[in-house]
């Protein structure tokens, strides 16, 4: 089984700043990585797919990066909403897995 | 706008069962792959089970084989999750997701989650 990990567990920002988050993976999974966010008491939203690809609606200040092992999530301008928490999620084979999380909070 | 709706959670002896829904509105149900995903308080995200589109492919993780059954009925637009013998660890929110609108086996689309608690 591949394991996501994410890090850091809980990252400190100003609003306006930007916010760098990071997913490895113990194998390759190509580019075949989603980014979902998650608000207090809130069902995930996609964020990102195939690495890099924004899912519909998604504003641009979201960005993904990475493929093989090693991944990016980086929120340009950090926003009051952005404030959440962000798992990683491989889909290239089975079992389906999601990194640890990382926590976005107002610093 | 595709509705995704949960029931059946609840609080629940271990070693006993149930069965989770999920009734599916505003898009094409026959047309996709769905998921159960949960979430344990306070923890991260566990997929579950996959279904496909015509219910003769699944897949669920490990921990759950042979205890959990994740079925559909294309005609009622509804997912379902068999959950048998249960165990504390499975305690957790149950959130139905619509797998592969962005042509990806990523959860595009979730409900809003239901609890199942599972404690003497």
């Known amino acids: 089984e591949i394991v996501m990990t994410q890090s850091p567990a809980t990252l400190s920002v100003s609003p306006g700043e930007r916010a760098t988050l990071s997913c490895r993976a113990s194998?390759?999974?190509?580019?075949?990585l989603a980014w979902y966010q998650q608000k207090p008491g809130q069902a995930p939203r996609l964020l990102i797919y195939?690495?890099?690809t924004r899912a519909p609606g998604i504003p641009a200040r979201f960005s993904g990066s990475g493929s093989g092992t090693e991944f990016t999530l980086t929120i340009s301008s950090l926003q009051s909403e952005d404030f959440a928490v962000y798992f990683c999620?491989?889909?290239?084979?089975?079992?389906?897995?999601f990194g640890g999380g990382t926590k976005v909070e107002i610093k | 706008e595709v509705q995704l709706v949960e029931s059946g959670g609840g609080l629940f002896q271990p070693g006993g069962s149930l069965r989770l829904s999920c009734a599916a509105s505003?898009?094409?149900?026959?047309?996709?792959?769905m998921s159960w995903v949960r979430q344990a308080p306070g923890k991260g995200l566990e997929w579950v089970a996959n279904?496909?589109?015509?219910?003769?492919?699944?897949h669920y993780v490990d921990s759950v084989e042979g205890r959990f059954t994740i079925s559909r009925d294309n005609a009622k637009n509804s997912l379902y999750l068999q959950m048998n013998s249960l165990r504390a660890d499975d305690t957790a929110v149950y959130y139905c997701?619509?797998?592969?609108?962005?042509?990806?086996?990523?959860?595009?689309?979730w409900g809003q989650g239901t609890l199942v608690t599972v404690s003497s």
């Open positions: 194998q390759s999974v190509s580019n075949n």
């Open positions: 999620q491989k889909y290239n084979n089975w079992p389906l897995t």
């Open positions: 195939g690495a890099s």
């Open positions: 505003g898009f094409t149900f026959n047309n996709h792959w």
């Open positions: 997701a619509l797998v592969g609108i962005v042509g990806a086996t990523t959860f595009d689309y």
């Open positions: 279904i496909h589109q015509d219910g003769s492919e699944k």
